[in-house]
């Protein structure tokens, strides 16, 4: 097998004073001396010695290798034309078989169709000077990101919209306004992306009629569940809106005190949802499952209380009075839990006993699962 390993000068550099191609390994060498001692500092030097090493490589493979140079005249079509015809005259002589093209440069590397089009390219060898890695591997890298229709739609689009933006929100409503809007649509551009919200959303239609065309539960219990967390945000904003011109921490857990028990009726409804087809599906379910929903009352819970603790904190919110409560020989005259810290504790110590009920039931319930599993496959086996 004859491998051809060609060096391209499209500019003629190399061969200024010869007529191209330099063909064979002892022309080469002397051409690589003959351009080093000339220019120490060119990189077309490591790009003769690359061809030599590669030929070195290719032959003690047990490959027949020839080593030449290609050269134009110049920086025009001639130049290409000539190097093509350098090409054409090496395979009527030499025959080869493939070949591996040695480049130094962009510019070089434009050639490469012109070989491929007359003789099987088996690979194409960047050459890049260390000293100047940084620079071509930058080169390289935007080039490539250039070709990436995914990554320009990605990237250069939603800068370029920025660019665009800015000095009509600039012209409308002053610099201030301008960077804030542009760096915050940024800002959710990134968040957008990094978190996958994009690869999210486009497999939604598909996992929604999934959902309806397999008569899911959790499809039912999602809805449920917006529903309840719409009725949570609407009912904190209205108890927000009560308070008037309260500090920030006041108005959040006024917020939260009033919605979370509908956000936590939310995030049962949808870990109910999925806990049933699990169960429904899988003929079994997963502890994960199972401590969803207690998981989802025992946080409302705590959360609850602490909003709670702050709102009395700020004498919003009166001691919580337990009402009296009278059943028959049972009589209990009420009472008021002071300090604040009191109700916290309770609904701490009420998240904690939720959360571990949960940890129980779930322990339980997978321990039942896996003797009925064992016992079944016990039949089998007898």
Not at 35 to 42: N, T
Not at 129 to 137: F, G, K, L, T
Not at 165 to 172: F, G
Not at 226 to 246: D, K, Q, R, T
């Amino acid at each position: 097998m004859t491998t051809l390993v060609v060096c391209i000068d499209r500019a003629g550099d190399l061969v200024a004073e010869t007529d191209p191609p330099v063909v064979g390994r002892e022309a080469v060498e002397s051409l690589v001396v003959d351009v080093g001692v000339e220019d120490p500092e060119d990189s077309q030097v490591n790009c003769l010695l690359e061809a030599l090493r590669v030929s070195r490589d290719l032959a003690e493979g047990g490959d027949e290798t020839v080593v030449a140079v290609l050269a134009g005249t110049d920086d025009t079509i001639s130049a290409d034309r000539a190097i093509a015809r350098q090409v054409e005259g090496l395979i009527d002589d030499h025959d080869p078989d493939s070949a591996v093209v040695v480049v130094d440069s962009a510019e070089d590397e434009r050639l490469v169709p012109i070989v491929e089009s007359r003789l099987t390219v088996d690979a194409v060898d960047r050459v890049v000077v260390r000293q100047a890695r940084d620079i071509e591997s930058t080169y390289y890298l935007l080039k490539q990101f250039l070709a990436d229709e995914e990554l320009r739609k990605t990237v250069l689009v939603p800068i370029g919209v920025a660019l665009i933006a800015y000095p009509v929100l600039w012209w409308l409503a002053g610099p201030g306004v301008a960077t804030g809007a542009i760096v915050a649509v940024v800002g959710l551009f990134f968040l957008y992306k990094g978190l996958g919200v994009d690869a999210y959303l486009a497999s939604l239609p598909g996992q929604v009629q999934q959902a309806l065309y397999s008569g899911q539960v959790a499809l039912v219990t999602y809805v449920v569940a917006a529903g309840l967390s719409l009725v949570g945000v609407f009912a904190g904003a209205i108890g927000v809106s009560e308070l008037g011109s309260e500090g920030p921490l006041i108005l959040a857990s006024r917020f939260a005190f009033d919605a979370i028990p509908w956000l936590t009726g939310a995030a049962l409804a949808a870990s109910t949802g999925r806990l049933l087809d699990e169960l429904i599906r899988h003929e079994g379910v997963r502890s994960a499952y199972l401590n969803l929903p207690f998981g989802a009352v025992a946080v409302g819970l705590v959360v609850r209380g602490f909003s709670a603790y702050f709102l009395e904190l700020a004498d919003v919110f009166r001691p919580y009075r337990i009402r009296p409560i009278d059943a028959g020989p049972i009589a209990f005259e009420g009472a008021t839990l002071e300090p604040p810290g009191t109700r916290l504790a309770l609904f701490i110590l009420a998240g904690v006993l939720v959360s571990l009920a949960g940890v129980r039931f779930a322990a339980y319930f997978s321990g039942a699962t896996v003797e009925q599993e064992f016992a079944h496959g016990r039949e089998g086996g007898d």
